[in-house]
């Protein structure tokens, strides 16, 4: 009883007590399970020695385990590769040689490939390739249809990249022939540091895959990520390259990319309902109900009250922050407040430009 009068009259002061339960790491990356699906943190695009990375491939798998990944796809440029005089070995290498060591480390290497031409198309990342040999061919439509008869997934890299789309974004006639053929099964919303709006838009109208790559050339930890790589969340049948396969041509993905998570409303939903703990106590007597929300993810969770007026009534904090694998205590003082609900943005679960995820909390 003493210990919860305390709470209380801590509350009545501050109305917000974060109690930190431990410090993320790398390692530490967390996302729940959603229904029949596993949820499997990827980065599909990344660079060996073999094109112009700068490490030799089976160090990827160390590095992608360190950071908590369950696969990765090796997707060397086909067309640049400023070490090839030192190099012995074809196009498939790279991926041979981290395939090998996955075995080793019990992980997934998906072999790919990165078809690099000007704009247009640009860059095009194959995989699930059997053999990247046959991709080497002077015609790119050419190119990309080889890799569509091994039944790669394939996608469109970084489509805002300003070297190639100095001014305007534009999806160009050769887009829409590739994507009309069945060619184009992807589109990476995120690459590197850089997030592009115009894709989230494609994406949409063309029923895309949504994807967040590292396309990593150094390494994870000497780059400037917040926090951690991008990375594609993928809600996969069970931990195996097919059923990561199955997943991205059925479109099942989010975008994890400095710390919010992007992606369609449906997966978006899934994932917020089994990343909170919530338990509640209401007390009549005071006209409270007193909150403690636990997050059980590695992504801050940030609400914001739809309802400015219940702010400035100091009736629910104007911001409530669960950071990660964190408990957060807050109240709701609804003496003056007739509604039975509060209605909330999650301002790191996002489903569209501008748009976030909503979540409601019973007032008494
Ligand atoms: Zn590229
Ligand atoms: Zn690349």
């Known amino acids: 009883m003493k210990k919860f009068l305390f709470i209380l009259i801590f509350l009545i002061s501050v109305n917000l007590i974060v109690l930190p339960q431990s410090r993320v790491t790398k390692s530490q990356l967390i996302f729940p399970d959603i229904d029949e ?61 981290a395939i090998k060591e996955a075995k080793y480390q019990n992980f997934i290497v998906i072999r790919g490939a990165e078809i690099t031409r000007k704009m247009p198309p640009g860059h095009i990342n194959a995989i699930f390739l059997n053999d990247v040999n046959p991709l080497e061919t002077d015609d790119v439509v050419e190119a990309v249809k080889a890799a569509y008869e091994q039944g790669a997934f394939i996608f469109w890299n970084h489509p805002c990249w300003k070297a190639q789309q100095p001014d305007t974004v534009v999806w160009f006639n050769m887009h829409t022939e590739l994507y009309t053929k069945g060619y184009i099964h992807g589109i990476e919303l995120v690459n590197f540091s850089d997030f592009c709006p115009e894709a989230w838009k494609w994406g949409q109208e063309k029923n895309l895959t949504i994807l967040s790559n590292s396309d990593i050339h150094g390494t994870t930890n000497t780059s400037e990520f917040v926090k951690h790589r991008p990375i594609t969340l993928v809600f996969a049948s069970e931990l195996s390259e097919n059923a990561i396969k199955d997943a991205l041509f059925a479109r099942r993905t989010l975008a994890y990319y400095n710390e919010k998570i992007y992606g369609e409303k449906q997966w978006l939903e899934k994932l917020f309902k089994n990343s909170l703990e919530i338990e509640k106590h209401n007390d009549p007597d005071i006209h409270r109900t007193f909150y403690e929300i636990t997050n059980l993810t590695s992504v801050p969770i940030i609400l914001e009250p739809q309802n400015t007026e219940i702010v400035k009534k100091r009736i629910i904090p104007e911001k409530i922050e669960v950071p990660p694998l ?34 409601e909390l019973d007032v008494k």
């Open 37 to 97: 699906y596993k949820t499997l943190k990827c980065d599909f695009h990344i660079h060996t020695v073999f094109s112009d990375g700068l490490v030799w491939p089976d160090f990827r798998v160390s590095e992608a385990i360190q950071d908590g990944l369950d696969a990765i796809a090796i997707t060397d440029h086909i067309e640049y590769r400023p070490h090839k005089e030192f190099l012995t070995g074809d196009l498939n290498t790279s991926s041979s040689i």
């Open 326 to 359: 964190t408990k957060v205590n807050f109240d709701i003082r609804y003496k003056n407040y007739s509604e039975q609900k509060v209605k909330f943005d999650v301002k790191t679960f996002i489903y569209d430009i501008d748009k976030y995820l909503e979540f």
